[in-house]
């Protein structure tokens, strides 16, 4: 895994594909995150994130072999 030393007000963006996960949160300082997605109107909408009871990163999302 790699680190880095990130200060108030950096910003860190990167793709669906990218594999990533934290640590935890061993100071007295907030951690805040925000997820935030785009995708042109031309494409396919994704399944998983829509109608009133989403399965989103649950079981009911899995589509495939995850490894």
């Given amino acids: 895994w790699l680190t880095a030393e990130y200060?108030?007000?950096?910003?860190l963006v990167f793709s669906m594909q990218q594999m990533h996960a934290s640590?935890?949160?061993l100071s007295t300082a907030v951690r805040i995150s925000s997820d935030s997605r785009y995708q042109l109107a031309s494409e396919?909408?994704?399944e998983r994130?829509?109608?009133d009871d989403p399965p989103v990163h649950g079981?009911?999302?899995?589509?495939g072999m995850v490894c």
């Fill in 44 to 46: 396919p909408q994704d």
């Fill in 59 to 63: 079981i009911r999302a899995k589509k």
């Fill in 49 to 51: 994130w829509m109608g």
């Fill in 7 to 11: 200060q108030m007000g950096d910003l």
């Fill in 23 to 25: 640590s935890d949160n």
